[in-house]
């Protein structure tokens, strides 16, 4: 589980960087990040990093079409993470604890 969290707080402080350069480009009319490229970061984990980035940025947090999209992410990653958990499914990459 330390290995899990510490794979999202990583994310997570990567996923807001990049939300705080896309916003930072959006309001220098410089070229923006992809919604696909903060919608994969979120989906690796990066989400709740994304989510602080929404609320405290205001950033992506208004446009109905990437919201609906980026709560689809934080789904699809929540259901991987029980299903790991639980052993319903396994990553070989990944380290196994020993649960007990």
């Known amino acids: 589980m330390l290995f899990a969290a510490a794979l999202y707080a990583i994310a997570s402080a990567v996923c807001f960087i990049a939300y705080a350069l896309d916003k930072s480009a959006a309001r220098q009319g410089r070229r923006r990040t992809p919604e696909r490229t903060l919608l994969l970061i979120g989906l690796a984990g990066g989400w709740p990093g994304a989510f602080a980035a929404q609320q405290l940025l205001r950033h992506k947090s208004s446009k109905t079409s990437f919201l609906v999209k980026f709560w689809f992410t934080v789904v699809l ?3 991987v993470l029980v299903a790991l958990q ?4 396994s990553l070989g990459w990944l380290p196994v604890l020993p649960k007990g």
């Open 77 to 79: 990653n929540l259901a």
């Open 86 to 89: 639980a052993g319903w499914i």
